[in-house]
């Protein structure tokens, strides 16, 4: 009895670990999906686009001097790197560089989305 006494203790707090994990994933899983403000059945609009690339991205990436010529100034300049904007700033998040510009999840989620209906500059 004394010996099994800390394993019986130890199972006890690994038990109810299991259940605060499931739980959380409960949670997570039953949370209404417009929570986050990401789906909310409306299509991203260019007009809330352009602020987020202008204060992110615009900084480093405009003038003659923007890296590797990436220049993300005007919309169809923009609409032009779609794919590439997809793969770093939503996927990979290698950018905004070092995030120098404080980028956030949400701006990444509303790009991303963005260019998944299509990158419309209308
Ligand atoms: C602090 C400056 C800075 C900011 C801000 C920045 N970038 Fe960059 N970006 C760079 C540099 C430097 C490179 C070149 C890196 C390299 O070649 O390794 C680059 C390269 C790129 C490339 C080309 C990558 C490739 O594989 O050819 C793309 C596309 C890009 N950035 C998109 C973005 C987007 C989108 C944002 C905003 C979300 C952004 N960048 C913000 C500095 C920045």
């Known amino acids: ?6 394993i019986r203790r130890r199972l006890r707090t690994l038990r109810r ?8 994933g409960v949670a997570v899983w039953i949370r209404p999906p417009d929570a986050d403000g990401s789906t ?9 686009v352009a602020p987020i690339v202008e204060q992110r ?11 590797n010529g990436a220049r993300l100034e005007t919309p169809e300049e923009i609409a032009a790197q779609a794919a590439a904007i997809e793969r770093v700033a939503v996927l990979t998040k290698v950018m905004p560089l070092g995030n120098a510009t404080g980028m956030t999840d949400e701006e990444r989620e509303l790009l991303g989305r963005w260019i998944r209906e299509g990158a419309s500059t209308e």
């Open 40 to 48: 909310d059945g409306q299509t991203v609009r260019f007009a809330e």
């Open 17 to 24: 670990a299991t259940l605060v994990v499931a739980l959380a």
């Open 1 to 6: 009895m004394t010996v099994l006494a800390p």
């Open 57 to 67: 991205c615009a900084t480093c990436h405009s003038g003659s001097s923007a890296p």
